[in-house]
């Protein structure tokens, strides 16, 4: 057993991707922010879905068609592959915590 | 978006399991424990494995081996398939919330 709370760096100057669980199907990954974003014009373009939930913190992801989704603690979305995103803010004065499970 | 903590009832009489995502490799769930418990020998034995997380309160997974685990909200654990396992206990004094993503 873990926990996901466990592990938090008091200062996350870069991005912490860490895989939870992973097999030929999904991957389970956990990802510490704190102020960083994706580079402008940058979008993830991803093979996988990616169904991902805000366990702690607040973050905004903006798809190319302009939409854009604030999540707090508790919100999820799920994000179909190819569907193309990006992270333009995360809160810097906290860590947020997401758990994001891509699947095939 | 959704929010993982919204439309929690007050009172709990039986558990209450929603399936938040599915597809053949997948099935992401919210379940919603006020002091159930599975009957006593009872045991689950699924054929898929199963990745659980504790998002808020408490309960107790049991294994055929006598061992036993205590979660605390953040604490996850994997099940592997056919491993059999049954929940001894869930805190009645509060919800508890788990997330449990059954995978192939």
Known sequence: MNNIFSSIPADIPMEICEDLLQNEHIRIERILSQGQSSP??????????????VLKGSGIV???DGSQVKLETGDYLNIP????????????DRVTVWLAIFYN
């Open 62 to 64: 903006v798809y190319d």
């Open 40 to 53: 402008p014009d940058s979008w993830y373009d991803q093979d996988e879905n990616e169904w991902g939930l």
């Open 81 to 92: 592959a190819h569907k193309k995103h990006r992270v333009s803010w995360t809160d810097p």
